[in-house]
């Protein structure tokens, strides 16, 4: 039920489209007046801590984004490892990602 979100984000990575790990998605997030990201993917199983951080700083760029999927799972569908978020950077892309974490969640 998860797979097709995972596909998807593994798509956008090789489109160029995803910023991963914790560096580049600061990087993206940092900018309010030009944010470069349009989605931004928080895995479940992150501390609450790094749920809040992230949370808010997807809130002050106002950026939408979702709380999905584990870490490892998510490293491994971008070809690389553990990560705790993904910052997806076109609007198409995180439109068609939104829409698939949101049936996944709601077949849950």
Known sequence: MDEPVYR???LCMKA???LSGNEQVAE???NVKAPKGALLIITEDSSPRTKDEYRNAAE???ISYRLFGEKERLGSALGKGVRTAALITDKGFSRAIAEKID???AER
């Open 16 to 18: 160029g489209r995803l």
């Open 28 to 30: 993206g997030l940092k």
């Open 8 to 10: 998807m984000l593994g």
């Open 60 to 62: 002050r760029a106002h």
């Open 103 to 105: 049936k996944a969640l």
